[in-house]
């Protein structure tokens, strides 16, 4: 089965830095456009960021565009984000997902999340 391992959060104050891991398995991992979304409490899901199987293209949401950087190493079947000068606003739960789906509405009736990793940002 599709199985999706995200580590690397914590708790950072802001203007810190984070670098978040998605570890894949039970699929060609290679082959599937990924995308970070984060779901912060009492709030929908929002899509973070996309990368594109194959070449590699890069998306970002316009609140994290210039502070975030997405990456993938398919030899290791991962999904990285690096976060830098991380806001409050960034406080979320963060999930990794097999589509490249860039609509925050589409993640509402989404059923398959993983165990996501926390991202606490706060003074």
């Known amino acids: 089965e599709v199985q999706l391992v995200e580590s690397g959060g914590g708790l950072v104050q802001p203007g810190g830095s984070l670098r978040l891991s998605c570890t894949a398995s039970g699929f060609t991992f290679s082959r599937y456009a990924m995308s970070w979304v984060r779901r912060a409490p009492g709030k929908g899901p929002e899509w973070v960021s996309a990368i594109n199987s194959g070449p590699g293209s890069t998306s970002y949401a316009d609140s994290v565009k210039g502070r975030f950087t997405v990456s993938r190493d398919d030899a290791k079947n991962t999904l990285y984000l690096q976060m830098n000068n991380l806001k409050p606003e960034d406080t979320a739960v963060y999930y990794c997902?097999?589509?490249?789906?860039?609509?925050?509405?589409?993640?509402?009736?989404?059923?398959?999340w993983g165990q996501g990793t926390q991202v606490t940002v706060s003074s």
């Open positions: 997902v097999n589509t490249g789906i860039k609509d925050s509405r589409w993640y509402e009736d989404f059923g398959s």
